[in-house]
C-alpha cells in the first residue's frame, strides 16, 4: 500500500510541470486610443462682445454770391463743426462657417452679421466770433450693422484652434448735419449720409472644443472704412443774415469731411457643429 501511495505522488509531481507547459499564456488587452479630434465640418452659432468706433469730420463753410455769412465769421463757423465722432458700445450677432482639417492645418470660411446700433452726436449752441450772435450747429453719426465674409487659416492642438482671418467688410452708415440761426434762417441747412458701405477686415482668435459638437471662441476683428463728403446748402430767401445785403437772397455751402471710419471688435462666440 505505501508503494502505490509513493507512486502516485511521483507521478503527480511529473505531471503538474508537463501540464503547466501546456497552458497558453494570454496576451494582454489593448485598448483602441480613441480618435483624434477633427474641426472638419460646418457649424452655426452666436456671438457677443465689445465695438469701439473712430472718426471725425471737418467742416469747411462757402459763402455763394451773395454769401450768407461775414467772411470774418466762417472760421468760427467751421470750427464748431469739426469734431471727432467716436463712440462705443454692445456688439451682438450671428455666424456661420464650415472648416476642412489637413493634419494640423485647419481651412475655412465664416460669414457673420452684427448689430452694432453705434451712435455718436456734436455741437450745439455757438456764437459768432464776430458779433456774438447765436446759431446751433449739430451733427451725429450712426453705424446700424456690419457684415463680413472671411477666410480663415489656423493650427490645431487637439481641441484648440488658433486662427488669423480677413476679408471682406460690409456697413450701413448714417450722418446728419443741422444748421439754423434764430431768426434769420427760416429754412435751415440739412446735410445728410445714409450709404451702405464696403471695406475691410482683419482678425486672430481662439476656438476651443467643449464637448459633443459645441465649441467656444474668443475673436478680434478690425474693420475699416473710407471717408465721404456731404454737402449741404443754405438759402435764405428773405435777404437777412450777417452777410445779406439788401434784400436779395444769399447763401452758403456746408461741405462735410467724414473721416475713414475704423471699427474694433472684441467678442466671444458659440458655435455648434452640424456635421
Do not use: H
Not at 501511495?5 to 505531471?15: D, P, Q, R, S, T
Not at 497552458?23 to 452659432?45: D, E, H, N, Q
Amino acid at each position: 500500500m505505501k508503494k502505490l501511495v509513493v507512486a502516485g505522488i511521483a507521478l503527480g509531481a511529473l505531471m503538474v510541470p508537463a501540464m503547466a507547459a501546456d497552458m497558453r499564456v494570454k496576451a494582454p488587452v489593448l485598448k483602441t486610443p480613441p480618435p483624434a479630434f477633427s474641426w472638419s465640418g460646418c457649424y452655426i452659432g452666436g456671438n457677443a462682445g465689445g465695438a469701439w468706433e473712430n472718426a471725425s469730420n471737418s467742416l469747411v463753410v462757402a459763402n455763394t454770391t451773395p454769401g450768407y455769412f461775414t467772411p470774418a465769421a466762417i472760421p468760427g463757423v467751421n470750427a464748431s463743426g469739426t469734431a471727432d465722432m467716436n463712440s462705443s458700445g454692445f456688439t451682438g450677432g450671428g455666424q456661420v462657417g464650415c472648416n476642412w482639417q489637413s493634419g494640423q492645418t485647419v481651412w475655412g470660411v465664416e460669414v457673420d452679421i452684427e448689430s452694432l446700433n453705434q451712435s455718436t452726436s456734436f455741437g450745439g449752441a455757438f456764437r459768432y466770433t464776430t458779433n456774438n450772435a447765436p446759431y446751433f450747429l449739430i451733427g451725429s453719426r450712426s453705424t446700424d450693422w456690419l457684415f463680413t465674409a472671411r477666410p480663415r487659416i489656423g493650427w490645431a492642438a487637439d481641441r484648440a484652434l488658433f486662427y488669423v482671418t480677413g476679408g471682406l467688410a460690409v456697413a450701413k452708415l448714417n450722418f446728419n448735419q443741422f444748421f439754423a440761426e434764430p431768426p434769420f434762417t427760416p429754412t435751415p441747412e440739412i446735410a445728410t449720409l445714409s450709404t451702405t458701405q464696403v471695406g475691410w477686415t482683419i482678425g486672430a482668435g481662439i476656438e476651443w472644443a467643449l464637448y459633443n459638437n459645441w465649441s467656444l471662441k474668443g475673436e478680434y476683428l478690425f474693420a475699416e472704412f473710407d471717408g465721404n463728403s456731404v454737402i449741404g446748402n443754405l438759402v435764405n430767401g428773405s435777404g437777412s443774415g450777417p452777410g445779406c445785403v439788401g434784400l436779395f437772397a444769399c447763401g452758403a455751402t456746408f461741405t462735410n469731411s467724414v473721416s475713414r471710419l475704423d471699427v474694433s471688435i472684441l467678442r466671444a462666440g458659440l458655435n455648434y457643429r452640424l456635421y
